[in-house]
């Protein structure tokens, strides 16, 4: 333990303060130094940036609220917000979806549950960058092909062309590397569940559906809370999968908020586009904040 108590003569415990070990000083200033450094200090720096005409280097003047004016005017920023929100709120529902099912069927009792679970949760470990590159090519020549030899017209042409399909290619792709670490949280809450209970609602005569609605989704609404915010989080700064499979396209149709951002950078709008991160980053934090008081007391397991 790192703070403990210091015992008065007489046996009782002291009144005063807990003494902090030393060590946990040597753990945790060094982690704070870096956070501040590495993380604070640059978040500062750039949101009083996001006030001036900087473009990174050399010299610049404030400009006030400039900036976020631009922002709120341009349709572009507009077109991405729009975008990454609709693209996580239907990422999230499908990546949940599927991985809740996918953990009730992988803790059942059939062969080769935990041989499969492995296989499951390959995705995870490869890269988004990788992996977009490589459903780029099988959604740009091997579906295009299959869909001719079977004459299915709609997909004959690369979806990723299409400015009012390309966004499915990258809920896709998105969900398909992102299922596998929502899967093994949905099996460590469907596996906390007791048997007991399970052969208790079976002696009652519950269905199986029934188990799953009153048993199975309540027991595990902890996990479910935790992967609906971690998922909506990552979501919200999708980038390297969009890079690579559209890199935005067509034209700004796929375009996130993390890529205007980034892109802005490079193109010379430093302060544009920390004035754009400062908005996004309050946006995340008040879309957080509404998670948790909408999921308060839901989350204990």
Same mark, same amino acid.
């Given at each position: 333990?790192?703070?403990? +108590? @210091?015992?008065t003569?007489?046996g009782?415990?002291s009144? /005063?303060?807990?003494?902090?070990?030393?060590?946990? /000083? #040597?753990? @945790?200033w060094?982690t704070?130094? %870096?956070?501040?450094?590495?993380i604070?200090?640059?978040?500062? $720096?750039?949101?009083?940036?996001s006030?001036?005409?900087?473009v990174?280097?050399?010299?610049?003047?404030?400009?006030?609220?400039?900036?976020?004016? =631009?922002?709120?005017?341009?349709p =572009?920023?507009? /077109?991405a917000?729009?975008?990454?929100?609709?693209?996580? #709120?239907v990422?999230v529902?499908?990546?949940?979806?599927?991985?809740?099912l %996918?953990?009730?069927?992988?803790?059942? &009792?059939?062969?080769?549950?935990v041989?499969?679970?492995?296989?499951?949760v390959i995705? $995870?470990?490869i890269?988004?960058?990788?992996?977009a590159?490589?459903f780029?090519?099988?959604?740009?020549?091997? %579906?295009p =092909?299959?869909? !001719?030899? %079977?004459?299915?017209?709609?997909?004959e042409?690369?979806? #990723?062309?299409?400015p +009012?399909?390309?966004?499915?290619?990258?809920?896709i792709?998105?969900?398909?590397?992102?299922?596998?670490?929502?899967?093994?949280?949905?099996?460590?809450?469907?596996?906390?569940?007791?048997?007991?209970?399970?052969?208790?609602?079976?002696?009652?005569?519950?269905?199986?559906?029934?188990?799953?609605?009153s048993? !199975?989704?309540?027991?595990?609404?902890?996990?479910?809370?935790?992967?609906?915010?971690?998922?909506f &989080?990552?979501?919200?700064?999708?980038?390297?999968?969009?890079?690579? @499979?559209t890199?935005?396209g067509?034209?700004?149709?796929?375009?996130?908020?993390? $890529?205007?951002i980034?892109?802005?950078? *490079?193109?010379?709008d430093?302060?544009?586009? $920390?004035?754009? =991160? *400062?908005i996004?980053?309050?946006?995340?934090?008040?879309i957080? @904040?509404?998670? #948790?008081?909408?999921?308060?007391?839901?989350?204990a397991?």
């Open positions: 333990m790192a703070i403990t +108590s @210091l015992p003569p007489g009782s415990r009144s /005063h303060r807990p003494r902090v070990e030393p060590v946990f /000083h #040597l753990f @945790l060094p704070v130094a %870096l956070f501040t450094l590495a604070t200090v640059p978040a500062v $720096m750039g949101i009083v940036l006030f001036t005409n900087s990174g280097f050399g010299e610049f003047r404030f400009t006030g609220l400039t900036n976020y004016i =631009a922002v709120f005017s341009d =572009a920023i507009l /077109h917000y729009g975008f990454t929100l609709w693209f996580s #709120l990422t529902v499908l990546v949940n979806l599927i991985a809740f %996918l953990a009730i069927a992988l803790t059942a &009792k059939i062969r080769a549950r041989s499969l679970r492995a296989v499951f995705p $995870m470990v890269s988004g960058i990788v992996i590159y490589v780029s090519y099988l959604f740009a020549n091997s %579906l =092909a299959a869909a !001719t030899a %079977l004459g299915f017209a709609p997909l042409q690369s979806i #990723l062309a299409n +009012s399909l390309a966004w499915v290619a990258v809920v792709v998105t969900a398909w590397q992102a299922i596998p670490s929502a899967l093994l949280i949905y099996i460590a809450g469907v596996l906390s569940i007791p048997s007991d209970v399970y052969e208790a609602a079976a002696l009652d005569g519950a269905s199986p559906w029934r188990q799953l609605r048993i !199975t989704v309540p027991l595990t609404a902890g996990y479910i809370v935790i992967n609906v915010i971690i998922g &989080k990552n979501f919200m700064n999708a980038y390297d999968i969009i890079l690579g @499979l890199n935005g067509p034209g700004t149709a796929t375009t996130s908020v993390a $890529m205007s980034f892109s802005g950078f *490079t193109n010379g430093y302060s544009y586009q $920390m004035a754009n =991160a *400062t996004f980053f309050v946006i995340a934090v008040v957080a @904040l509404l998670q #948790l008081r909408a999921t308060r007391g839901r989350t397991f």
